[in-house]
């Protein structure tokens, strides 16, 4: 389980990112981080993962105080995060099977072979078949989706973060990772964090989901709560688009 | 009389915000000095950190002599053959004296390529070269969340990634120093004999004439810290980069001026010290 607790980010231009946010991620669900462009939720998910400092404010991991540990302290937990970034962020000089033995290599005291096989089983989980020897930049923007999400599970992650996962991607491989994404979440019990703005993940597979709004946190409940919010910032969101207004109770 | 008082004021005013405006700009450039310093000697404590894991590291630094130094091979034959060759036949087009030995040639030709091309010249060419190259290598990387990529499993980024191209350039452009001068000193024999300018007894004459050994390790000492100096200095305006392509280009800008310049500095420096 991962706790936000009166996290504030301030930017040394002076600009409020986050203004006392209080969150609970439950462990074994999708939680999902919704709000419009620049509303703060990438910088969210970066101070939790420790990628921004927090002005004030605590991240724990289990009751661990994340932020206060130094960056030996740190390590042992980011051992344990995976993290799926909105370009993918794969590594452009090494193949597809090699970014996923990367974390192995360094983390783990395993042989090459050893390494290859559960290099594939992680492609295999996330369905890339016969593309081991491919380059990212030979890959399309699904495919390098799924090879970061291998990479990601590669350690058997307790924490999982995605930023903007389907950014980029046409509706249909947008499904396909969000139930990639939702059955990783609950085959290893795992604790999912997923930054989104499309509404489709909302309602496919947030299990719980929270509105960033200004970088305040404004509503919190499940997707099924989300159609009946009386909460008019939250509601100006979804029910932005022409498909969404026509399903509004 | 009013008037001219009053013209002496404005023009003291004026004068005075002149420099007061001057000192400002002084102050903010010197301020900005010391925290690009700041910033880099930061990044090189934690470059010098303690590796994840040696073999990683010893696989990374392999690479990239290959990728930085073996690659770079091709570049500093051809500017040492031909400069080589240039310097030869420019010796004797001012070798108008009759008296003047002709084996001047040669040893001129040896003395300017030990003691300032294999070295100076040779690494502003690799500032451009590989330089450019870290840089907007690192730059990329930042700005495609690589690096962050990196951060999150728990990786000293900084490390991993700079650690390896800062001990393969300072082990490998040494080499590319020897390379220089050989090539350099055939160039100019080259061009010496075809041009018949010179024989080449007079100009093997030449380049063994006082020859003094040390010129050897001082130009291979120079070539040592200009590596670090490239490396390094490349790598941090790679790793600083924020926002997207434009900025990855000004980074790659920065590192090749500021290491040029860098290593004119230190080569000054150097050569009253080692001389």
């Not at chain 1, 993918?88 to 983390?107: H, I, Q």
């Not at chain 1, 910032?233 to 109770?249: A, C, W, Y």
């Not at chain 2, 040029?260 to 420096?269: G, H, I, K, P, R």
Request: some cysteine; proline content about 2%.
């Amino acid at each position: 389980m991962i706790t936000v607790s009166h996290v504030y980010k301030q930017f040394e231009d002076g600009r409020v990112a986050l203004n006392d946010v209080c969150a609970t991620f439950d462990q074994g669900k999708t939680n999902l981080v919704i709000g419009q462009s620049g509303s703060g939720k990438t910088v969210l998910l970066k101070c939790i993962v420790g990628l921004h400092e927090v002005t004030s404010g605590d991240i724990l991991f289990n009751d661990v105080v994340f932020n206060r540990l130094n960056f030996r302290e740190k390590k042992s937990i980011r051992q344990k995060m995976g993290m799926l970034f909105q370009g993918s962020a794969l590594f452009d000089s090494l193949t597809v099977e090699e970014n996923v033995m990367f974390p192995l290599e360094m983390f783990t005291q395993m042989t090459r072979s050893e390494r290859r096989d559960r290099a594939n089983v992680c492609l295999n989980r996330v369905n890339i078949v016969n593309a081991n020897h491919l380059y990212p930049a030979e890959l399309s923007g699904g495919m390098q989706k799924r090879v970061a999400i291998a990479r990601a599970i590669a350690l058997q992650p307790h924490y999982l973060f995605c930023d903007e996962p389907n950014s980029g991607l046409d509706p249909r491989t947008s499904v396909v990772i969000d139930t990639l994404i939702q059955e990783i979440t609950h085959e290893f019990n795992i604790t999912t964090i997923v930054n989104t703005h499309d509404m489709n993940s909302v309602m496919g597979i947030g299990d719980k989901v929270i509105f960033i709004h200004q970088g305040n946190k404004w509503w919190e409940g499940t997707s099924a709560d989300i159609l009946h919010s009386d909460n008019e910032e939250l509601n100006q969101f979804v029910f932005s688009t022409e498909l969404t207004k026509k399903i509004r109770p | 009389m009013f008037k001219s008082i009053k013209c002496a004021t404005f023009a003291a005013i004026r004068c005075a915000g002149f420099n007061a405006l001057r000192c400002g700009y002084r102050l903010r450039l010197s301020m900005r000095f010391f925290n690009l310093f700041g910033e880099y000697v930061l990044l090189m404590r934690k470059v010098f950190s303690r590796p994840e894991k040696f073999r990683v590291y010893y696989h990374q630094t392999i690479k990239e002599m290959d990728k930085l130094g073996l690659q770079s091979v091709g570049i500093v034959v051809v500017v040492s053959l031909f400069i080589g060759a240039i310097i030869t036949i420019q010796t004797a087009y001012n070798l108008g004296n009759p008296l003047l030995p002709r084996y001047i040639i040669g040893l001129s030709t040896r003395d300017v390529m030990f003691l300032e091309f294999s070295s100076t010249i040779v690494s502003l060419i690799l500032a451009g070269k590989v330089g450019s190259n870290i840089a907007s290598e690192i730059g990329t990387m930042r700005v495609t969340e690589q690096i962050d990529a990196l951060e999150i499993m728990g990786i000293n980024s900084a490390s991993y990634l700079i650690m390896p191209k800062i001990i393969a350039t300072v082990l490998f452009n040494p080499f590319l120093t020897l390379v220089s001068m050989f090539v350099g000193i055939v160039g100019g024999w080259m061009a010496g004999v075809f041009t018949d300018v010179t024989t080449t007894q007079e100009y093997l004459w030449g380049i063994q004439f006082t020859f003094v050994p040390y010129y050897i390790t001082y130009a291979l000492i120079k070539m040592f810290v200009f590596s670090f100096i490239i490396a390094t200095v490349s790598s941090f305006f790679g790793y600083r980069v924020r926002g997207g392509s434009l900025e990855v280009g000004r980074a790659s800008t920065q590192s090749v001026v500021s290491s040029s310049v860098l290593v004119l500095m230190a080569n000054l420096v150097l050569t009253k010290l080692l001389l």
